[in-house]
């Protein structure tokens, strides 16, 4: 398992934009695929996106598609979400996640380790 700490979450506008990060421990991290899921008030968390391990592919959910990008630099065990023309809908706990799975998974179960959360909270 590998340990992830997010950061950059906060209030953002409508219309705005906003990156979070998040960084990992451990010497392989270029091994695990990386993902960002979310949840907001009352709602299941959801998947929002997710990078290979050699960052050679990429998938987003429907609903950030075109709005989100997931990158990441292996060198520096960092993974990053930009969020480009936020909506409130986009307003939830964001979660970065690690797995070891083959691929690209998209459902939370297939990830071993996730962080604590950070919040994003977008006004309109």
């Known amino acids: 398992q590998v340990q992830l700490v997010e950061a950059g979450g906060g209030l953002g506008q409508a219309g705005g934009s906003l990156r979070l990060s998040c960084a990992a421990s451990g010497r392989t991290f270029s091994w695990y695929a990386m993902g960002w899921f979310r949840q907001a008030p009352d709602k299941e968390r959801e998947f929002v996106a997710v990078i290979s391990g050699s960052a050679l592919d990429a998938y987003y959910a429907d609903s950030v598609k075109g709005r989100f990008t997931i990158f990441r630099d ?46 994003v909270t977008v006004s309109s």
């Open 74 to 119: 292996n060198a520096k065990n960092m993974v990053y979400l930009q969020m480009n023309s936020l909506e409130p809908d986009d307003t939830a706990v964001y979660y970065c996640a690690a797995s070891n799975h083959a691929g690209s998974p998209t459902t939370a179960a297939d990830f071993d380790s996730w962080g604590q959360g950070t919040q």
